[in-house]
DNA sequence: TGGGGCTCT
DNA sequence: AGAGCCC
């Protein structure tokens, strides 16, 4: 009997909800694009034989394109969050604790199996996601999700485990797991510390494992000491509640060309001011202050470096989009300098509080109340507008529709299981 | 050559 | 505030 958590991970998550509704995509080597369609976020199998990292700019791969029959798509966040939300229905079914970690992986709990009944429901999982979501998932189940994580990479990986991968605390198995798994892959460990960490002589896994967890703690962080002690099998890593308000609110984006000019970059730090504000308001929270920041482009040496940031508090805690779009130009005039070519603009709301527990000023009114109330509609009004027909239908001061931080998405798919207009039609022959 | 969010120091 | 990590 082992003290079980479970990771249940999509497979190449972007493409396999891509071919769920266009089958032709099957066996074809098919990319997905991160925002704006700057770089490979998701592959095919096809597409990783071809040698294609995460990561690569979508203008290495042109020649591939034209040649090899490379499918790229621009990413389609609407039909993953409900293909996300699906799996998610599913495995709610089947398991006792669901815990979304990402838009791909959930972790579930697998108490009170015996080992081979855990085998068996790691199976059942596997097929029934598959069969009733169209999404291919590997499933991996062990003491603790570092390993757990692990464990997937190997149902994932070695043919041998077919989708499904139990792992026992100190069985022959999980050792060997360890044994070859370069610390890059653990969880938690980024490239920083593999750099480090090699300098030690470490570089696998069961290095990490075999370390006593207190030196780890006193030669890095006690970060990794938790990730050494779940490789030994004890967990120590929580899972946070998702469905928890976020502490902070960030919209950014990179703008489609380098930019100095002051009026685009404030059209630009507008918008993101107010996609901010109407994220705050989704999740009920009030903001006391407003971040923005600039960025020049890291990639280009020849050029000036700049990337400044200001914070502006604001009077009240607020939702209303006015006064965080006012503190968002206050900020951004504090800030820009011209001779710069800006690459990305952002709005982060921070120092967030519950909207339901706010303090009441001393000074407030009925004035001031009849005002907050009207305001308060005001700004449901714009949201309920912008929900239903289409994001930045109604926004305030004026549109910008020609804008350089616009969104590039040129290969976007239909949002098939989202949209009246863009459900997929069947027709009989 | 993405965007968003977290924790630790 | 900055570094580092995650997807």
Redesign the pocket.
């Known amino acids: 009997m082992i003290g079980p958590v479970g990771l249940v991970?999509c497979n190449n998550?972007y493409v396999s909800c891509e071919r769920v509704f266009q089958p032709r995509l099957e066996g074809r080597p098919v990319g997905v694009?991160?925002?704006?369609?700057?770089?490979v976020?998701a592959r095919s199998a096809e597409l990783k034989a071809l040698g294609v990292e995460?990561?690569?700019?979508?203008?290495?791969l042109r020649d591939l394109v034209r040649r090899q029959g490379v499918v790229l798509l621009s990413?389609n966040y609407e039909l993953y969050g409900d293909m996300s939300a699906r799996v998610r229905e599913v495995l709610e079914e089947l398991c006792a604790g669901v815990e979304p970690?990402?838009?791909?992986?959930m972790f579930i709990h697998g108490d009170g199996f015996s080992r081979r009944q855990l085998q068996d429901h790691a199976q059942e999982i596997h097929r029934k996601v598959r069969r009733y979501t169209g999404i291919p998932v590997c499933v991996g189940l062990a003491a603790t999700r570092t390993l757990a994580?692990l464990a997937n990479r190997a149902a994932k990986s070695v043919p041998g485990y077919a989708g499904v991968c139990v792992l026992s605390p100190g069985s022959p198995d999980a050792q060997a797991l360890l044994e070859k798994t370069p610390l890059?892959?653990?969880?938690?460990?980024?490239?920083?510390?593999?750099?480090?960490l090699a300098l030690m002589g470490l570089h696998t896994a069961a290095d990490l494992a075999a370390q006593d967890p207190k030196r780890i703690?006193s030669h890095?962080?006690?970060?990794?000491?938790?990730t050494a002690r779940e490789l030994q099998g004890t967990p120590c890593i929580e899972m946070?509640d998702t469905n928890?308000?976020?502490?902070?609110?960030?919209?950014?984006?990179?703008?489609?060309?380098?930019t100095s000019n002051q009026d685009e970059i404030h059209q630009a730090i507008r918008q993101?001011a107010q996609?901010?504000a109407e994220?705050l308001r989704a999740q009920d929270s009030k903001a006391r202050a407003v971040?923005v920041f600039l960025k020049t482009?890291r990639?280009?040496p020849d050029l000036a470096q700049y990337s400044p940031?200001a914070?502006v508090e604001l009077d009240e805690p607020t939702d209303d989009s006015r006064p965080i779009l006012h503190a968002a130009t206050q900020a951004l005039q504090a800030i820009y300098r011209p001779n710069y070519l800006f690459?990305?603009a952002?709005v982060?709301?921070i120092d967030l509080v519950d909207a339901n527990r706010q303090q009441l000023s001393l000074l407030d009114t009925p004035q001031r109340q009849a005002d907050r109330e009207r305001n308060d509609r005001l700004m449901a009004t714009l949201d309920q507008l912008n929900q239903k027909m289409g994001r930045d239908t109604v926004t305030l001061g004026r549109p910008s529709p020609k804008a350089a931080?616009h969104?590039r998405c040129a290969n976007r798919t239909p949002r098939w299981t989202t949209q009246w207009r863009e459900l997929p039609y069947v027709t009989a022959r």
Request: proline share 3%.
């Open positions: 991970d998550f694009l991160s925002n704006n369609d700057g770089c976020i995460m990561g690569t700019p979508a203008f290495e990413s970690y990402s838009i791909d992986e994580k890059g892959d653990v969880w938690g460990v980024g490239h920083r510390l593999v750099e480090r703690r890095f962080s006690v970060t990794l000491e938790r946070n928890r308000p976020r502490d902070r609110i960030m919209t950014s984006r990179s703008f489609g060309r380098l993101h996609r901010s994220k971040y482009n990639h280009r940031s914070i690459m990305k952002g982060m709301l931080w969104l």
